[in-house]
């Protein structure tokens, strides 16, 4: 049988697309389909590791995770990883394929294609039901020549849409209504719904806007969705972070240098939810302050954003900070950054064959041309410094770096027992002489309570302050139950499970 497809575009990036497709999976699951994500083509430097090694983007991975499925490439076929203005790394089917300019970009869309309806057939054959996402606008009259992610994948899979958009940026009606105006008549036709997402207030009093929408588009509104912020789903846009709210008051404040093009940033978010520790996110000197923890985050441009924090004056700040004894982390690109050399003899990634680290850790990386892309496991060999609580601790996590790093072997802090499914005894990171520099590539490390609760309490003890007792241990299918909840009492499943042209027994 091949499955049913339901679509959700939004009216622009960040109206909530990748958040409702999740919630989506999870009610779908829950009401006993067999449902996969789908998302043609993702820009983002937050990214996955499927469990063959494949990459894909982390909404796709979360969606995956929210259905009950594990991930593949076919569930993001083109993953477009941005390392400047004008220029991506683009994944094809979990690899990478070539690092390209927009314009050449666009000239490889026909072979794309053939990659995106492939994909999306091999899930059609799998799952009952796939649920697409949509990215940017369907809008977009400049782009719609080349495009290969919205209403040609609608049409494509004659699949009903579902139309977001954000209230809470303001011009709700004109985004809505604009768009659908702007759409050919055939794709209008496919747009079964309108979505309006992160509504504050009383919802009764939008209650002549719904009335005005339906009159005006001849559509149903589906949902208002409130705005809220106690069910912690991975974002997907660096643009998440400007909507964080201000740190608490806590015993523990925790600096993360925002890069230009940070990746996974949603490493750190276990540590922002973490009992009695506020999560901030600085990119200027003025207020870096005085933080028990730096920071540096994975970085999809490492040499370009090593400079970007000799310039803004980070990288001398961090230097500060850590003569006076405080404690820095680096992951991935930021692990590269803290140490004495990054090497580029083929050019991987900028024209520099050599750059000096910021030389807080004794090793030196190496870039290669092939890419480093794992699930791992593993354990925390004897600690001492931020790791002395954590010794034994197991982990699980994933890899995704081009660079080598290479040093004393004996001094490295984790050891790697299983990568790609494969048994091995590789060792991973590196840790300064006194204990309170650390440098690793896995990401996904902070997910694991054990070693996060470990790591903050060692810096609270160091403090001579005592961590708040901790929450519950982490459980994301809770969350995913929560999501799904939220969204069933918001939006019509009834009219969702119409458009699909199925009959379920709940939808409440």
């Not at 919802?203 to 339906?214: C, I, K, Q, Y």
Request: contains cysteine.
């Amino acid at each position: 049988m091949t499955a049913r497809v339901l679509m959700v575009q939004g009216t622009a990036s960040h109206v909530g697309k990748s958040v409702l497709v999740t919630a989506l999976c999870r009610i779908l699951r829950q009401d006993g389909f067999r449902v996969a994500p789908f998302k043609a083509q993702n820009m983002s430097n937050n990214s996955s590791v499927t469990p063959d090694g494949g990459e894909i983007g982390r909404a796709q991975a979360v969606q995956a995770e929210a259905a009950g499925v594990e991930s593949s490439v076919e569930m993001n076929p083109i993953l477009l990883k941005p390392e400047a203005d004008n220029r991506s790394q683009v994944v094809l089917l979990g690899r990478p394929l070539r690092v390209a300019p927009a314009r050449e970009y666009y000239a490889m869309k026909p072979r794309l294609w053939e990659a995106v309806t492939r994909s999306l057939d091999a899930l059609r054959a799998r799952y009952d039901v796939v649920v697409v996402e949509g990215a940017g606008s369907p809008a977009e009259v400049n782009l719609k020549e080349h495009d290969i992610v919205n209403m040609r994948v609608a049409r494509y899979a004659n699949a009903p849409v579902l139309l977001v958009a954000d209230i809470d940026r303001g011009g709700v009606f004109a985004s809505l209504i604009g768009t659908l105006d702007l759409l050919e008549p055939e794709e209008r036709a496919l747009v079964r719904g309108l979505v309006v997402n992160k509504f504050r207030g009383d919802p009764t009093l939008f209650a002549s806007g719904v009335a005005f929408l339906e009159q005006r588009t001849g559509l149903p509104v589906a949902g208002v969705l409130p705005y809220f912020r106690d069910i912690p789903i991975p974002q997907e846009d660096s643009v998440a972070l400007e909507a964080r709210p201000a740190p608490t008051p806590a015993v523990l404040d925790v600096a993360v240098l925002r890069l230009p093009r940070i990746a996974n940033f949603d490493d750190f978010d276990p540590i922002a939810r973490h009992p009695g520790v506020a999560l901030r996110y600085v990119e200027s000197t003025d207020v870096f302050d005085n933080p028990d923890l730096v920071i540096i985050p994975g970085a999809k441009s490492t040499v370009a954003d090593l400079a970007w924090l000799r310039e803004t004056g980070l990288a001398e700040a961090t230097l500060r900070l850590r003569q006076r004894g405080v404690a820095v982390i680096g992951v991935c690109g930021g692990y590269q950054m803290l140490g004495q050399r990054i090497l580029d003899p083929l050019g991987v990634e900028s024209p520099k064959r050599e750059t000096a680290g910021l030389g807080l850790l004794d090793v030196a990386t190496t870039f290669a041309a092939s890419k480093e892309t794992h699930r791992v496991q593993g354990r925390v060999l004897g600690g001492h410094g931020l790791l002395e609580l954590a010794t034994g601790a197991q982990f699980t996590g994933y890899e995704i770096h081009m660079g080598r790093t290479a040093g004393d072997r004996a001094t490295s802090p984790f050891l790697l027992t299983q990568r790609s499914n494969a048994a091995c005894e590789d060792a991973d990171g590196a840790i300064s002489s006194d204990g309170w520099v650390l440098g690793t590539y896995i990401h996904g490390l902070f997910h694991n309570r054990p070693f996060r609760a470990a790591l903050l309490s060692a810096l609270a003890l160091r403090k001579g302050v005592r961590l708040p007792p901790p929450r519950d241990a982490d459980n994301r299918d809770a969350e995913y139950d929560k999501l799904a909840a939220f969204v069933r009492a918001h939006l019509d499943m009834g009219l969702v499970y119409r458009a699909l042209g199925v009959e379920v027994a709940r939808v409440g």
